[in-house]
């Protein structure tokens, strides 16, 4: 089988334009294709159009060597890695139609011989789909769905695993799991893969792979619905829960998650539903905690509510719109619904502090809200609410904020 001599990405975000930019540095030829003009011409600056650490150096070094280049339209290639959206619609279901437009796009530069891998975090049955969609849209190729090892392209799932902040250390040290359609098409993807990982490549069925990511978020997902819970239950008994997971955490075999405003992010908070989609009868313990976990900013509201009764004037200040510390990945973060709450109901003046955006997202300037810096809150606010634990935060002392009501979401004061 000839090498990989060039490499399309399709979707230029958190873990494509990484991808991207790491395959590239390996001297493979990278076409990266997005939708976004704004995104394209940034990337074929040298530049970068979303925050993660040393990212830019190797987005600017690949663009500057000609192994980097992003399009508005795809291009013929060996390799094609979907790297898309896989939201959920507003009934929890899963929304493919992210992974079917990029099908769309790719479709008449596919060839005999390319791979397809599918990044994007899919209920089990999307690799199987994509066969299925294409052998629609290109009926003079055979596809592996039905023609097995015989087919003319190679299909595989293989998720991204990757944490945010250490995108690029991850997607070269992580192991990986990779899934193919038939086994030919898992042992194409591993060749792909092994261009760029150190770590161990880890070869199964397409939807063992996709199981198996919706699986570890989904993990996570129900240990940091327990530590929700426990968070209110230590409210109710005026316990510090902080206080109390320190010292559960010292039993050899107990590892407690933090709580927090609830999750967010492109993963944990929206994986478990496909699980919950595939299997609704049998996913209880994980439907139960996708609800306490999407519940956790309703009581963070209902505490602040209870806080600003105590003044003629309040002033809330919330610190973070992030879904995490240290990013500016507002997706599905839990801060960002409790901000927008807040200002739609109109119970004091909000101050927003996230020192990692230089605009607000539509969703909050609509309220006429404004960013402000953290000193400027501490001047002005009564009530200081900590909904991501940022750097910057974390050098407040308790006696920066004895003169407010706090409400710590993150434990920074412990």
Known sequence: MLPFNRVSVIGLGYIGLPTAAVIASRGVEVLGVDVSEHAVNTINQGK?????????????????????????????????????PTPFKENKSPDLSYIKAALETIAPVLVKGNLIVLESTSPVGTTEQISRWLADMRPDLKLPHNEGEQADLFIAHCPERVLPGRVLQELVS?????????????????????????????????????????????????????????SVICDTLKINVWELIKLANRHPRVNILSPGPGVGGHCIAVDPWFIVDSAPEQAQIIRKAREINDNKPLYVVEKIRQAADQFKKPVIACLGL??????DDLRESPALDIAKQLLSENIGEILLVEPNIKQLPAKLAKYNAELTTLNQALEKANILVVLVDHKQFKTLQPADVTTKVVIDTRGIFG
């Open 322 to 327: 992030a879904f995490k510390a240290d990013i």
């Open 174 to 230: 992580n192991d990986r799991i990779i899934g193919g359609i038939t086994p030919r098409c898992a042992e194409r993807a591993i060749e792909l893969y092994q261009l760029f990982v150190r770590g161990e490549c880890l070869r199964t069925t397409a939807r063992t792979a996709e199981m198996a990511k919706l699986t570890e978020n989904a993990f996570r997902d129900v240990n940091i619905a327990f530590a929700n819970e426990l």
């Open 48 to 84: 970068v159009h979303i925050v993660e650490p040393d990212l830019d150096m190797l987005v600017q070094a690949a663009v500057t060597t000609g192994k980097l280049k992003a399009s508005l339209t795809p291009e013929p290639a060996d390799a094609f890695m979907i790297a898309v």
